[in-house]
């Protein structure tokens, strides 16, 4: 009976155990019904972008890619092209290039959303773009863009170079050093009135925006070197004074710096890459030699040729002519130095130096500068002098006797402004060094000098 | 004793299998729902032969706004749009789609017309900064009635209402003819600006706004008072819409169509039809409206302007140069910009404002005070004491117009609309002296 009874229990025990295990299917379709009919402007992005970076284009309107709490129009379809255009040559290409194919495949934000409008805040600020978690960057008034007006393609080039310096900052840290420069100068409330430019140039930022976080002001830093130039960053930060200036060129440092140590970039290269493909591509003058000239970006010429620099680089034979006669010598004296020196967009002054081993007399003449219409200058020497003994030197029979041929012909043509050719894979490091004022008249006559920036 | 055990061990055998059953949801999966809500309004939208005409209200600028679409299969849509004379005769291509976001919604997901009013930058179309005009570029669908679905905004909860077009309208809407409607309209409320309806024993004023996209609606109440409201129009390919319709009199009125080249009748939902008068001057009184409707008068800033004599023109430029003999630091000389007269109809007193501007936009104002008596609608205004300060030592200045007409004269106030704008304006006519006469704004 026990048995029976033993046995029973165990047979139930496992018919208990298995008669609930039951096949079971799952009774529910998981189904996306949230897709469209793709068309030509996605086949588009599939093939430069998709296919080649794994790099996806949100540009039809998707809500929880913006703040829900804002109203932001849609991207106009007819934008959308041109804009990613000049993301893959003034952004994508630039680090490729520079960088290598797989910085740029590892590191590019792999989700680009576009909106038509900017995105408003409350405070009366509109923001150009913002920068997600490494992987996204929104980009918001793309239906202003005009990709036949180069300021607004370089605009929005801005926005992306600085969206991208901040996923490269989630990689790896802004050295502690470079929050120090301006430790307690940040200003969370940069839209208000009295942060202006003038506040915020004052105190070593870029622009007012950069006072708003670390964050901010190193990716305006390293977006101003590469989109606003070189040129645009030391002038901006040498007229910025005395107190500021070191901490731009602080700041500069730390950025290439961090560039280089973290992922092997020279910023230099990045410039000369990026403003390269803006003159080629998109007819921006912005980089060009005259606009450094009528800007004021330019502190002097040196044109002694018989500096290194004269001697590695070709010098035409009428700069020769007309250098040398004064370089020889001057009346018995060893001539020291020449510098064309500019005082303003329309004013400069050459100055020569000459003496003996115990003393240096400088003769001095002003010149004016007048840009023409065409975008050549005339450089003629004032009818108004400067006074002192600078220009009373210049006055001496045996400087002008050497001098004059020179400022003759200077003031008998027009001069067009170039920068020495600068090839990344040759010269690289020839990069703003050079300026050659070509005569209009003579395409020979070529004057180089070797370009100094104002510093303090 | 034991026997318990095997007891309780069969009933829990008993019991082990048994499972609550599943059950089937009354109005089927919610799966399957979602994907038929989404297949139909995308196949309603994409069947209709001729495409929607549609109209939208907006939340912050409280205008109407109307439209024609065509939607296709390839998730693309065509759209001709009551914005303005480009949106009204180019017609704009741009995606859409019906997406399942917590409805079925429709999302203008590429910019097109539609989205202009929801444009947060106001460079584009107006509105404000941020937010645009308050609407949407996502509908959720809402039901279908006949030939119309109905969408509401998923922000600003306004309406997108959808209704089958006719194959005429649609090759109106697709060559430039809706422009030419917008412009009929325009034109018309331009030389007609004072317009009523009837309805029943109820005349209501209709002054129609084509800027705002807002028509009022004035009715005479039966204790002798006024009603007004105002109510979202815009226009289409045959009148005009009013969109969500309005109450006059216990009748909804849905439209405003042209009946014949010169004339456009009202339309009651049921297709009833109401003529539009044309009125020479408004159901209102003149002196009703003045302190209600509005209570300044605003002589405008001009040489010489709709409905003024030669002699007034003639008094106001001199009064401008007495006032321009003034400077506070001899310098910035004061310039006469616009006369205000500010009504308070309650204590019938007014004041007249010369306003002035010096060095550049700074203001200087001066202002004398009135009391008034009306008989037989005709106006006597009394000076209340003596200027003084500023006022006092430019009284001299402004006597042209004051002293030697507006203090001692009789007016006649009334309406007056401006041939050349369509605006209905105040008219002053003084009755001693029939060659001074003048016009203003009414605000």
Known sequence: MKTITKTCIIVGLFAGLY??????????????????????????????????????????????????????????????????????????????????????????PKQFALFGSGDYDVDGSVKGGTADGGRRITLYGVNNFDIANSNSVTGNLQVIHHEFTHILNQMRFIPAEFGKICAGDYYSNWTAQENDQAKARSLGFITPYSRKSIGEDFAEVLSHLIVAGQLYYDDFAYDSGKDAYPKFKQKEAIVRDYMMQNFNIDVTQLQIEFQRVMAEKYKSSRYSATTALSNDYVGSLDWDIRNTWGLENTISSKQRSLFMAILDELGGWTTKSMTFQFVSATKATLNIGFGDNSVTYTASYDFDIVKNADNTFKIAKSATQGTGNNYGNGNIDWVLKDTKPLIDYLGSTSFSADWKQVDLSVNPSDYLQFLILKD????????????????? | ????????????????????????????????????????????????????????????????????????????????????????????ESTYRIRQIMYATLSFDTYNYITMLQDPDPSVYGGTAGKGHGSDNEYDYVKTHGDTLFFQGRKFIKPLILVKAKED?????????????????????????????????????????????????????????????FVEFCNTIDGIEIVGGVVINNVQLKRFIWKDENSLVGLDKDGKEYPLKINSSSVVPYLTALGASFSVITIPDATTYNGWSTNFATRKAQAKAGINRWAFDGVNFFILRTI??????????????????????????????????????????????????????????????????INVDTFELGYFVNSETGEVMSQFKSVEHPDFYFTGQNN
């Not at chain 2, 697709?174 to 030419?180: A, C, E, H, M």
């Not at chain 2, 109820?202 to 706004?209: C, I, K, P, Q, R």
């Not at chain 2, 109809?345 to 203001?363: A, D, H, L, P, Q």
């Not at chain 2, 609608?377 to 004051?402: E, H, I, M, Q």
Request: net charge positive.
């Open chain 1, 440 to 456: 209009t008249k003579d395409p020979n006559a070529t004057f180089m000098g070797k370009v100094n920036l104002r510093k303090y």
């Open chain 2, 340 to 405: 205000d007269f500010k009504f308070q109809s309650v204590n019938k007193r007014m004041s007249i404002v010369f306003n002035t501007t010096y060095e550049g936009s700074k203001t200087f104002n001066l202002t004398y005070n009135y009391t008034y008596t009306v008989e037989n609608g005709k106006f006597k205004f009394t000076l209340s004491g003596t200027p003084s300060g500023n006022d006092g030592a430019l009284y001299n200045d402004v006597r042209y117009l004051l002293q030697e007409r």
């Open chain 1, 19 to 108: 008669s609930c295990v039951k096949e079971e299917k799952l009774n529910t379709k998981i189904e996306n019904y949230d897709t469209f009919v793709p068309g030509a402007i996605d086949e588009w992005i599939t093939k430069n972008l998709t296919d080649p970076y794994n790099i996806e284009v949100v540009y039809r309107y998707q809500r929880n890619m913006h703040d829900i709490n804002k109203n932001i129009a849609p991207a106009d379809e007819s934008k959308v092209i041109p804009q990613m255009d000049v993301v893959i040559n003034g952004f994508l290409d630039v680090y490729k290039k520079i960088g290598g194919v797989p910085f740029i495949k590892t590191y590019t």
């Open chain 2, 1 to 92: 004793m034991k026997k318990i055990f095997y007891l309780m061990f069969l009933v829990l055998l008993a019991f082990s299998c048994s499972k609550p059953k599943e059950m089937d949801p009354i109005f089927g999966n919610p799966d399957d729902r979602i994907s038929d809500t989404l297949l139909y309004v995308k196949k309603t939208l994409v069947d209709a032969p001729y495409g929607w005409k549609a109209y939208t209200t907006t939340e912050i600028s409280k205008g109407g706004y109307g439209f024609y679409m065509q939607f296709g299969e390839n998730d693309r849509l065509k759209m001709v749009a009551d914005l303005n004379e480009t949106t009204a005769s180019v017609i704009k």
């Open chain 2, 169 to 229: 309208e649609a090759k109106k809407y697709t060559s430039k003819g809706y422009l030419d409607v917008i412009n009929k309209n325009k034109a018309f409320f331009k030389k007609n600006p004072l317009t009523s309806i009837v309805v029943g024993n109820v005349e209501a004023e209709l002054a129609f706004g084509f800027r705002t996209k807002r028509m009022s609606i004035i009715t005479a109440n039966s204790d002798g008072s006024f009603s007004s409201s």
